[in-house]
């Protein structure tokens, strides 16, 4: 596969060489034409290209070792040394090791990255069908997130929320802040099914709910610019529960996007500028996820296959109550610990091994010499 990828790995290390010499200042013509956001994006692609030439130059450098070992183990004098004979065998099994491992460290380096995997997210939760049941089941995904948040220490802060008489929830929208919150939480998105007897229920029936669920990277302002003459704002009196003074300010915002069409209404804050920063932080998730929808099917045409859809509407797991048994369709995973997942604790499970096929894929698209 290394000879394979030598021209393209070439091309990587001489860019590599040019980057170092444009940041170092060696070239000061290219030095004085860069702007601070330029330096910056060239800065990181030294980083990344860094990670992907230092293994190549260690793989080359193992298949030298490899050679030159080669070589002395044919050489006459050393096959009349049956000491020297046995150690240059072991350095030669020891050396195709070492080479093997970089190798793979080296088709990990270059596997495309998603620059969104390190954003923080907005996740958004609604009950789908089965009535007040799924209102229960979305409070119950949304503790499960609320808890794998609180193990991996990323804050939690709920932007809206709309419950039930039942205790569930109709919708809640949440803001999620920490360390590659977008990259762990990313396969979430879509149709959780839940089967269980619900407490309402008189026969002992196992009811079928769903809740969807979809997770959406946060954008900077760089990557996501909003005029403000595209953007229509409405101010109008919160409706609901929240207090006397919510329902009696005109402190709710709806904002709709124009050339879109994408609407979102706030109103739990009392202060009308909260929500408007609310509403606002959501519409720019919403943008970012419709560009990243865009080029995720441009990708998607070109491949063979991928870890699910990333569609809101694909079915991904099952929670089994009776069976104690929850089902990743995806990945065909089951685990019978349905409350640790739900607690959060058990939950990267199912993360860990939707990446590594992730990866799995993109190895096989790199190794076919798909995009």
């Keep these: 596969m290394l000879n394979k990828m030598r021209p393209k790995l070439e091309s990587m290390k001489e860019l590599h060489e040019k980057l170092i010499e444009e940041i170092s200042g060696q070239s000061s013509s290219d030095m004085e034409a860069l702007s601070p956001q330029e330096f910056a994006e060239k800065t990181k692609q030294l980083h990344d290209l860094s990670l992907i030439t230092d293994r190549y130059s260690e793989v080359v450098s193992l298949i030298r070792d490899f050679e030159s070992l080669q070589q002395m183990l044919e050489d006459p004098s050393t096959s009349q040394d049956k000491d020297l004979q046995e150690m240059t065998k072991e350095e030669i099994k020891t050396t195709i090791a070492n080479i093997e491992e970089m190798e793979k460290e080296l088709l990990f380096a270059m596997l495309p990255r998603d620059s969104a995997d390190e954003a923080n997210a907005i996740l958004e939760i609604r009950a789908g069908t089965g009535g007040d049941e799924a209102g229960l089941f979305a409070a119950d995904i949304m503790r499960m997130y ?3 948040a609180e193990r991996e220490r990323w804050k939690w802060e ?13 919708d809640a929208t949440i803001n999620i802040t ?33 809740v969807t669920v979809a997770l959406m990277p946060q954008p900077t302002d760089v990557q996501v610019h909003i005029n403000e003459s595209d953007v229509r704002v409405d101010v ?12 009696t300010t005109d402190s709710a915002i709806r904002l709709t996007h124009l050339p879109t069409g994408i609407v979102i209404a706030i109103q739990d804050e009392r202060s009308n500028q ?14 970012f996820e419709l560009e990243r ?17 990333g569609s809101r509407s694909e079915k991904i797991r099952t929670y089994n109550f009776p069976q104690n048994r929850v089902t990743d369709h995806r990945i065909n995973k089951t685990l019978h610990e349905l409350e640790a997942v739900l607690d959060g604790e ?9 990446k590594i096929e992730e990866q799995t894929d993109m190895l096989m698209a790199l190794n076919e010499g798909d995009p």
């Design 293 to 309: 929808e865009k080029l995720a099917i441009e990708r998607r045409d070109s491949r063979r296959k991928q870890v699910g859809s």
């Design 346 to 354: 058990s939950l990267p499970e199912f993360i860990q091994a939707l």
């Design 178 to 210: 920490g360390s590659n919150v977008f990259g762990h939480l990313k396969f979430e998105t879509g149709v959780h099914r839940v089967q269980r007897v619900p407490a309402t229920e008189t026969m002992g029936r196992v009811h079928t709910s769903t």
């Design 236 to 247: 109008f009196r919160a409706s609901g529960s929240g207090g006397q003074k919510v329902n």
């Design 274 to 287: 909260k929500n408007r920063a609310k509403a606002f932080t959501i519409l720019r998730a919403r943008l």
């Design 158 to 170: 709920v932007i809206s929320m709309t419950n039930d008489s039942l205790g569930g929830i109709k």
């Design 146 to 148: 609320e808890r794998f």
